[in-house]
């Protein structure tokens, strides 16, 4: 097809799909409107299992078996990328350089990093509690390592990131996550039920019952898989050379 | 005026959508395709967010307020957005992963040029 049909063709399919679009959401409820029946039910079963932050209880107490679903998908791709971004056989590791940083960005990049790093940690502990949780936290966690790339060179970060580490941790954690939904089968009937912990006190680190542990699993398998990612693209971008030189 | 603004963030969605469609198909640059689906993506997550809204309402956290005194957005569609965010990086990365092994095999991203079968 050339460029020209297929570009006609889009623009018949975008007009058909766009004027449908229109049509569905002239009948949707109106924006910003007062009748919410889930999201009522949500902050009413989170509060009568005392988590403060009501998306965490959505996704890892009332959606918990969705999440299980999502870290597989982000276990799975992982493992894709993994695989697609090897070493071949046509290709050789280069040491990288050391390359000149400018003494404000290093500066700056070492004073940062453990900020940013706490502020990551802090965002998973308090998942269950304000805004953030497992997800957020853990990127923001695994970025901060990052910073020292900027600052220092590749070789100071791979000292600090064993990636064959990281790699059993997002293992580990996912395994957690599994292991803690296996005990609700055994605490009561149903996996990943949030009946084997007690709920504790309302907006304190304990409150939620198995929501601050789902919640510290998905913070180290996001944290650890973003490393992985990053290492591998770091890899083909700064190490792995082809034949012909790049 | 307010009949308007009722649907507007809808439309702004389905708007996203279509623009990130629009790059899908005229892309010559296979990154930029993929930067091309992750706005796609976005359309959705504004969607989502615009069903989710309420009229003077706050976030879903009570940790600073108490439970009953303000109204609060629809917390079932923000963790539907979380997931929609995860699942968006995700696929992104392995798409990024695949282009790096299509330019080293066939030493180009434009999608045009890569009409041959290699073994």
Same mark, same amino acid.
């Given at each position: 097809m050339t460029r020209r049909a297929r570009l006609w063709l889009l623009l018949a399919g975008g007009a058909g799909l766009a004027v449908l679009f229109a049509a569905a959401c002239l009948k949707?409820? *109106? %924006? $910003? $409107?007062?009748?919410h029946p889930y999201g009522d039910r949500a902050v009413r079963a989170s509060l009568a299992r005392h988590t403060a932050n009501t998306v965490s209880s959505v996704n890892f107490d009332q959606r918990a078996f969705d999440t299980l679903g999502e870290m597989t998908i982000l276990f799975a791709a992982v493992l894709g990328c993994v695989v697609l971004l090897r070493q071949t056989r046509d290709e050789h590791r280069a040491a990288p350089e050391p390359a000149e940083v400018a003494l404000p960005v290093r500066r700056y990049a070492l004073i940062v990093l453990p900020v940013a790093l706490v502020s990551g940690l802090y965002v998973v502990a308090h998942g269950q509690l304000s805004p953030g949780g497992g997800f957020q936290g853990g990127v923001v966690a695994a970025t901060a390592l990052h910073l020292l790339y900027l600052g220092a060179d590749y070789r100071a970060l791979e000292r600090v990131r064993p990636v064959g580490r990281y790699e059993v941790g997002d293992a580990l954690a996912a395994s957690a996550y599994l292991v803690t939904g296996l005990a609700g089968l055994i605490g009561s *009937?149903? %996996?990943? *039920?949030?009946?084997?912990?007690p709920y504790g006190t %309302?907006?304190?680190?304990?409150?939620g019952g198995t929501v601050p542990l789902l919640n510290a699993a998905i913070g180290m398998e996001v944290a650890c898989a973003v490393v992985v990612l990053l290492a591998r693209f770091l890899d083909q971008a700064v190490e792995i050379e082809g034949e012909g030189g790049s | 005026m307010s009949a308007v603004l009722d649907v507007l963030p809808y439309l702004v969605a389905g708007w996203v959508f279509l623009v990130g469609c629009y790059g899908l198909a005229t892309s010559r640059n296979l990154i930029h395709a993929v930067g091309c689906l992750s706005v796609c993506q976005a359309g959705t997550y504004v969607l989502l967010l615009a069903v989710g809204y309420r009229d003077k309402a706050t976030a879903p956290v009570y940790s600073d307020i108490k439970p009953g005194s303000r109204p609060v957005v629809d917390p079932v569609v923000q963790a539907l957005t979380l997931t929609d965010v995860v699942v968006g990086a995700t696929v992104t990365a392995l798409l990024l992963a695949l282009v790096v092994q299509i330019s080293k095999r066939?030493?180009?991203?434009?999608p045009d040029e890569l009409s041959e079968l290699r073994g």
């Open positions: 949707l409820p *109106a %924006f $910003g $409107g007062d009748r *009937a149903a %996996f990943l *039920a949030n009946t084997i912990l %309302f907006n304190t680190l304990s409150s | 066939h030493d180009t991203v434009d």
